[in-house]
């Protein structure tokens, strides 16, 4: 009795499940839909032929142009300092910076002066010796030979008192120079980098008092790439023909730090003369003038020292196309829009840099549209959809075909 009622259930469930693949297996089959493959949505942008001027990034540290030592040429105690004569401070051409103990110059003026009048009377005497010895001989007819022999020995002491003039003038104008000499005055119109001195100290000659520099003009050295120098097309000077100074790259300046806003204008001027030997850099020096007038757009003066960027202005290419980086494959290839699906298009890349690719085609692909979005396993003919744009609709098999002009 209890295996019936174990065996009855399990043949219940063998029937079922044949009946249902009986029913699986004579049923109609469903009807396959085919899948169709969405377009891949990019962004595009035309093509327009255009000129394209370089631009060569580099950066550099602000020098003076004319720096100079301010040393003293002869001793004393530093009396006075202009108020001008401090770091940062400017100063105009002849100004008197500082002023040293003029009193030993003076004094030896004065003994200067004395010892020159004394040889001029020195000499006066024995011009008036040789005059009293001409007459004598004059008066005896040149008969006698005493006279004449006064006459022969006074010329050698004149010729000595005119030298010992000459050696006391010689003195006394050095003593004048020197006390000349005791009030240091400025080169050039220009600003003081270091005051190493200050009133009170004693000073010698060779004593650096201080470090000036001219403000006419800075100087900013650029080292660049031996590419990035052949895109600047800089006239060479050779020692028969100087470089022609309209040709020099012009260059706009600014701060790498502080106010960004900052911008001075500048010109290559010349190039080094040797390349770097560890980096086979070229270096190219430009100039900026008057760089510490205050002006609209400059807060801050320039300082010795300072780090600046450069956009030096470099070859002009014609008839380029301008692209993204993005729209460019491995630096050869683009990738055009063409009825809705790709088109491998080879290029020539003449110039780039992070953000912009500066290209030539072989074929003129001016208005063009050309895919920004990046694909780098796109293929010809693949079905591609602008984003913002509906899909093209394909044209049916019976359609008629457009004439071809």
Avoid: C
Avoid at 29 to 39: G, H, I, L
Avoid at 81 to 107: M, R
Avoid at 209 to 220: F, K, M, R, S
Avoid at 325 to 341: H, N, P, T, Y
């Amino acid at each position: 009795m209890n295996i019936k009622k174990i065996i009855l259930p399990l043949l219940v469930i063998a029937v079922g499940i044949g009946v249902g693949k009986f029913l699986i297996a004579t049923g109609p089959e469903a009807e396959k839909q085919p899948s169709e493959a969405r377009p891949v949505i990019v962004e595009a942008q035309p093509l327009k032929l255009r000129d394209y001027q370089v631009t060569v990034n580099a950066s550099g540290i602000v020098q003076a142009q004319t720096q100079t030592n301010l040393v003293a040429e002869v001793s004393g105690k530093v009396l006075e300092i202009s108020a001008d004569f401090q770091e940062g401070g400017y100063f105009d051409k002849n100004a008197t910076l500082l002023k040293l103990d003029p009193s030993n110059y003076t004094n030896a003026i004065t003994i200067a002066e004395g010892d020159l009048a004394q040889k001029q009377l020195t000499l006066q005497e024995q011009q008036a010796q040789a005059k009293l010895a001409q007459r004598d001989w004059n008066l005896l007819d040149g008969n006698a030979s005493r006279p004449q022999s006064d006459l022969a020995a006074r010329r050698p002491h004149i010729a000595a008192a005119q030298a010992a003039i000459n050696a006391a003038d010689a003195k006394l104008q050095q003593e004048k120079l020197n006390l000349n000499r005791t009030r240091i005055t400025a080169p050039y119109r220009g600003r003081v980098q270091e005051k190493r001195v200050d009133v009170g100290q004693y000073v010698t000659p060779g004593t650096v008092l201080g470090v000036i520099y001219a403000t006419d003009a800075v100087e900013v050295h650029l080292p660049l790439s031996l590419a990035q120098y052949a895109l600047l097309n800089i006239p060479e000077a050779f020692r028969n023909k100087a470089a022609d100074a309209a040709l020099m790259p012009k260059v706009n300046f600014r701060p790498t730090a502080g106010n960004l806003q900052d911008t001075w204008q500048g010109q290559v001027v010349r190039s080094s003369a040797a390349l770097d030997e560890k980096s086979r850099q070229m270096t190219v020096i430009a100039r900026i003038d008057n760089p510490y007038e205050a002006r609209e757009g400059v807060s801050a003066p320039l300082r010795i020292g300072q780090y600046v960027s450069a956009a030096i202005q470099g070859k002009l290419f014609n008839n380029v196309y301008v692209l993204p980086s993005s729209a460019v494959r491995q630096g050869k290839e683009i990738l055009l829009l063409q009825d809705g699906k790709v088109v491998v298009q080879p290029i020539e890349l003449v110039w780039s840099t992070e953000s912009e690719m500066v290209v030539r085609g072989e074929a003129d692909l001016n208005d063009k549209r050309v895919i920004t979005t990046p694909l780098p396993q796109a293929t010809d003919g693949q079905a591609v959809q602008v984003a913002g744009e509906k899909k093209p609709q394909a044209k049916p098999a019976d359609a008629p075909q457009e004439p071809k002009p």
